[in-house]
């Protein structure tokens, strides 16, 4: 999976029904009942069915961040919310059932192997499922940046994976940006500070700089880095900056 549905909102109608689907499991399969009980079933359902929801969210608001941050996804962050959610599901579901609500007489262990596993079971294929074509089944908006001059004429959009870096070019900036799989660049009528502060994901390397740091591939030296298609040049004053983000991307 290299691509992600971060939007919140999507994720939240996710969770919905992961929580329904709970509601019904806790509420017709009873998993705890030995007959000595006498839970409200309806109320400990809709809890359950309530709790994934949360868990859910607490999940699209935390895989929202590191994509936002990283703007990419692969199997290894995929397992790691997976299994994030699952650990926060199952733990928040056993401190609710041993609440003096419900005081709960079943251990950690217990209540894992008896209930939780079975749960897991018969959930973590649905869950997968729903995650690997949630953005074929919920298309992802596009980000299109729209970069504009002082001039009525000078405009720019682009998607915003395509753009590579902005330099300063006296009273313009030129915008570099793939193409067809072509390197090319626009000239635009303003500075590097407004576009900074209009474009807030870009990393400043030098004074006249600005990259985008999904385009980092290497250090030909200690004050150049590649990026795709181009070489920009890395200031003492920004190379931390460039240093902590070439380990991440």
């Avoid at 909102?9 to 969770?15: F, Y």
């Avoid at 928040?92 to 251990?107: D, H, V």
Wanted: aromatic share 14%; charged share 15%.
């Amino acid at each position: 999976m290299h691509k992600l549905n971060s939007s919140v909102k999507h994720n939240l109608l996710i969770g919905f029904l992961l929580g329904l689907w709970i509601f019904a499991f806790a509420f017709f399969i009873r998993p705890f009942d030995d007959g000595t009980l006498h839970f409200d079933w309806t109320n400990i359902s809709i809890s359950f069915g309530l709790i994934a929801f949360l868990c859910y969210g607490i999940i699209a608001l935390f895989q929202k961040g590191v994509y936002q941050k990283i703007d990419r996804w692969n199997i290894g962050f995929e397992i790691i919310t997976f299994l994030f959610f699952n650990v926060l599901y199952i733990t928040t579901t056993y401190i609710y059932y041993k609440s003096p609500l419900y005081n709960g007489l079943y251990s950690f262990s217990e209540f894992f192997n008896i209930i939780m596993i079975k749960s897991t079971l018969i959930l973590s294929p649905i869950i997968l499922l729903v995650r690997r074509y949630s953005t074929k089944l919920i298309p992802i908006k596009q980000d299109i940046l729209t970069i504009k001059g002082e001039n009525k004429l000078d405009i720019l959009k682009i998607h915003k994976s395509d753009l590579i870096c902005i330099s300063n070019a006296h009273n313009y900036i030129e915008v570099f940006f793939i193409q067809n799989n072509h390197l090319n660049s626009k000239l635009i009528r303003s500075s590097l500070v407004k576009i900074q502060n209009d474009l807030d994901f870009l990393v400043q390397t030098h004074r006249s700089h600005l990259m985008n740091p999904t385009h980092f591939r290497s250090w030909k030296n200690s004050n150049t880095i590649q990026m795709t298609e181009i070489e920009i040049p890395v200031s003492k004053k920004y190379k931390h900056r460039v240093l902590s983000l070439s380990f991440h991307t």
